[in-house]
């Protein structure tokens, strides 16, 4: 089976960043769309930042023009990067494989997640 791994979450002060990867086991699922979702306590899981197969890329709102997403095929990567954090970005951060884009029900294999907290 495909596995997600990712890394680089923690914990920074508002107006800090960090960067978030995700390793996948399988080349393949790398060329199908990639996604960056959060969930936050008590609130419904959210997509932040999607990638399609051609290269597309998405983003929610809320955090345009501060996170970044990228992808690596040779290395079977991709990434988040979060700049000027706020301490609404708060959550338990999963890269998903699926068909990209921002809706969670799109994606169908999910990392284990990365905690980020912005105080």
């Known amino acids: 089976d495909v596995q997600l791994v990712e890394s680089g979450g923690g914990s920074v002060q508002a107006g800090g960043s960090l960067k978030l990867s995700c390793v996948a086991s399988t080349y393949s699922h790398v060329r199908c769309g990639m996604g960056w979702l959060r969930q936050a306590p008590g609130k419904a899981r959210e997509g932040v930042a999607g990638?399609?197969?051609?290269?597309?890329?998405s983003y929610a709102d809320s955090v345009k023009g501060r996170f970044t997403i990228s992808q690596d095929n040779e290395k079977n990567t991709f990434a988040l990067q979060m700049n000027d954090l706020k301490p609404e970005d708060t959550a338990m951060y999963y890269c998903?494989?699926?068909?990209?884009?921002?809706?969670?029900?799109?994606?169908?294999?999910w990392g284990q997640g990365t905690q980020v907290t912005v105080s």
């Open positions: 998903a494989a699926g068909r990209g884009g921002l809706i969670p029900s799109v994606y169908d294999i």
């Open positions: 990638i399609e197969s051609d290269g597309s890329t």
